[in-house]
């Protein structure tokens, strides 16, 4: 004790003393009351002790303060020592991260000794920033962004315990660039690297958000793919890999056309360990490369079934596009301000007459590799507007427009005639680009995005965060929106990586002016949290799940009760 100082603390004292601490400190009562702010405190909320004072925790949403008094309360009947952190926003707007220590201090009052909790907050913003840095360079690729060998280790070590325990099997594609060495030789490594990137790209574009691809170093790449029903899931996507990647590539002024060779290990009949299924696979490759190249075949030793998948996607979604077996499905695309629907999405949807529904991640790759993309997208835009000019309600309906549509001159004239057969004005239709489409031919496609603002359209980035490398495409173009993946929304209330990117993506884009969709919100925590991060629009099955035209209800807003903004 202080028995020898001759200081008589009073509560001018208290103040004075933690106002002279750089950190942000309070006190609360039992009440969860703040009963003591120093400056930097106020300073860091943008307000007033008194205000502060007199507000408390009521400027927070529910859920949170549900969250800070159920700590508070651990702390007053356990006396123990609390860390949590939190992502919050400060007086100024911005989001940083912070640690708030708690503990419990017994205080004399004017009614006697009571307890209370002094908490003392750190900001460790720039030190997740950094290491949530770290951590992606250790992960990934930096020329791709792709994952790295040791991250293609970890998932394929996933993947194959996945699988074991569901009875799936899970297929292991390694690639590689034929004659990549005459691409260097001949153009030199710039455009080689540039080359690896699209080629990345479009790689990515042609598999499922679970899987992974990778590059394992110069131009070999590797794919896990998980959930395989039968080995054929595999010959599909390999099949769908050599013909986009035989695609030209324009790099500048330069068309550059290549090809690639793969070989194909299928968990558990060609290995049950990430060793036997690498080895496999790579002996596969290498003797698609003795066999002449540009092809794919599975291990040795296994029987090959007789060329390509037994079931042939194009010539069936010929005929659907043809016999009406496709359709849109509309989900809604909520204001994360006051919770109203501003528009839906329209996502196209395939009924096979004896395979059932068909995601459209399985055939939209097909259809872009084999032209009928264009057709379909025709059909999409004239589809969709159409229905749009039928809602009750002047929405935007956004629709989404693949990178190969964005090649070719026909996009423009598609979206002219859906638009002149509604009768939808132009502002009220909106196309969702990805960031691949970008990458790949950006001259030509800037020129079409131009031309398409033109009209009185506008533009939206979909999928936007692939790598931190993209940050650097929204410069490229004045986007009206960006959405963000949706990979990073599930992981954003446990992963100081995911809350990284998205206060990256979110401060680019306040300072360009554009306004953030979070795509794929699932719960009420994902939904809150990213509402007060500040993303301006909120889509995902929580706010609702794609639905029929006939199904849209009658009258907005749309959002479930359980998901309307707080009322206070
Ligand atoms: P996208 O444009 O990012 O569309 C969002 C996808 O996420 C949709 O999948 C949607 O059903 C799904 N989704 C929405 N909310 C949630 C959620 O809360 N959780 C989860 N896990 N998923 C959610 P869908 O319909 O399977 O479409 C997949 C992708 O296929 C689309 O991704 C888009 O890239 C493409 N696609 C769909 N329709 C079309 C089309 O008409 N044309 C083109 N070119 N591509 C399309
Ligand atoms: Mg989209
Ligand atoms: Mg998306």
Known sequence: MLENSPI?????????????????VFLKDRQHRLVVVNDAMCALMGQTREQMLAQGDEPLPGEQRDVFWRIDDLVFESGQQHDNEEVLTDGSGSLRVILTRKRLIHLPTRDGEQPFIVAVISDITRIRESEARTLYLAEHD????????SQLDERLRATIAAAASSGHQAALLMLDIDRFKDVNDQYGHPVGDQLLSIVAKRLVGLVRPT?????LGGDEFCIVQGGLHQPSGAYSLAQRILTAIARPISIGSLSVSVTTSIGIAIFPDDGTTPEALLKNADDALYAVKRGGRHGCRRAEGVAEPHGAPAWNIESDLREALKNGQLSLAFQPLAAAADGKTRGFEALVRWQHPTRGAIQPQEFIPVAESCGLIHELGAWMLREACAAAQKWPWPLQVAINVSPVQLESRELLMHVRDALASSGLPASRLELEVTESALLDHSGHVMEMFSQLKALGVSLALDDFGAGWSSLATLHSFQFDRIKIDQRFISHIESDARAVAIVRAVLSLAQTLNVPVTAEGIEDKAQFLALRKMGCTELQGFYLGA???QAKLPDALPW???AAAPEKR
């Open 8 to 24: 008589t603390a009073s509560v001018e004292t208290l103040q004075a003393i933690l106002n002279a601490i750089p950190n942000p």
């Open 142 to 149: 930096t020329l791709t962004g792709l994952a790295n060998r």
């Open 211 to 215: 899987d992974t691809v990778a590059r």
């Open 546 to 548: 794609p639905q029929a």
């Open 559 to 561: 959002l479930p009760p």
